[in-house]
């Protein structure tokens, strides 16, 4: 059966007690670190960290999740990783931090977290134009409109061709697949979000049906698979059960999220559950129908009355909505498969 999950910061706060409460117990987390994010960790602060003490190592992880286990919740993903900005461009420090996701694999393969959810987004992840948009009865949702950023200037690293990432992409498989076996962890590729290339200048490689086979060909595995994101799956093919099937016959499909939206890859915003472009019950049918029993997580919850915006798509209220919501989704989806 499908397992809810809902993604958690890795120390305990309001939610790990309300995720119980809906009867979700599994958790999808980052690494174990401070509020800071990964801003502060250059490569001067990672070299002058004791092996052992950085979030990847396997004791960090170990603690993490025993904390989440007394508290009576199962860490199933880490959606996070290491820095990988030089390994997704192949730049000089790239087998570094390559050697520390392998780190980080290993860790989880030790500690019982089965699914790494990544992505191959240089230089910058997911993009929206809008963090304030005015949803249904006044929420706040986040939009895409690409022509206001057509013309934003160049990142950095100035202009990234595909077939550059494409390159960098295999170089990085290749090592870390075998790894992951190994360690039994699967790797669940997340889409560009959104699915258009380029953005400033970055090639955006992960953004079409053809483009996630030409992933899982790159370096065949039963380890290397997709994080099937419905949102983004939905701009790039509107028939969501038929890429549920296509993938699960790969036998790719190694966590999903479980969202919506309405428009079109390069004009788009975020939904409630129920208000999309996606039949989403014949897409949790689908899912029980093909066997996917990894973990669904709610992603990308509108911000509801009451609420601040600090965290948009990631406040409580839009969250509990769309728990209650999927929960009811599975029930029927069952009990019209069981009457078949």
Request: charged residues 20%; contains cysteine.
């Amino acid at each position: 059966m499908v397992t809810f999950a809902d993604i958690l910061p890795p120390y305990p706060n309001r939610m790990w007690t309300l995720c119980q409460q809906m009867n979700v117990t599994h958790a999808v987390t980052g690494l174990p670190i401070g509020p800071e994010g990964f801003a502060h960790w250059t490569p001067e602060r990672i070299a002058a960290t004791k092996v052992g003490e950085r979030p990847w190592d396997f004791y960090p992880m170990l603690y993490m999740t025993q904390r989440f286990a007394d508290a009576g919740l199962t860490v199933d993903v880490i959606e996070s990783s290491p820095p990988m900005d030089q390994a997704r461009l192949g730049l000089p420090g790239r087998d570094a931090e390559i050697e520390h996701v392998c780190t980080m694999i290993e860790s989880m393969g030790a500690t019982g977290i089965s699914v790494w959810c990544y992505n191959w987004m240089a230089q910058f992840n997911w993009q929206r134009t809008s963090l304030s948009t005015r949803g249904r009865g006044g929420a706040l949702v986040s939009s895409f409109d690409y022509a206001l950023v057509k013309d934003a200037p160049l990142t950095p690293a100035g202009k990234v061709p595909e077939e550059h990432l494409w390159e960098t992409l295999h170089s990085f498989l290749e090592i870390v697949v075998p790894v992951a076996e190994k360690a039994g962890v699967k790797l669940a590729m997340h889409p560009d979000d959104p699915p258009l290339s380029p953005i400033r200048g970055v090639g955006r490689i992960m953004r079409s049906i053809e483009n996630f086979d030409r992933l899982l060909d790159l370096v065949p595995s039963p380890h290397n698979g997709i994080t099937l994101c419905q949102g983004n799956f939905a701009l790039m093919a509107p028939d969501i059960p038929k890429t549920i099937r296509h993938f699960a016959e790969r036998q790719a499909i190694h966590f999903v999220h479980f969202r919506d939206v309405r428009g079109t890859p390069e004009r788009f915003e975020e939904v409630f559950h129920d208000e999309g472009k996606t039949d989403m019950l014949e897409a949790m049918r689908t899912y029980l129908e093909v066997g996917f029993d990894g973990p669904m997580r709610l992603d990308h919850a509108p911000t509801m009355e009451g609420e601040g915006n600090d965290q948009p798509g990631y406040e409580i209220l839009g969250r509990l909505f769309a728990t209650g919501y999927m929960t009811g989704l599975r029930e029927a989806a069952m009990k019209e498969l069981s009457r078949r």
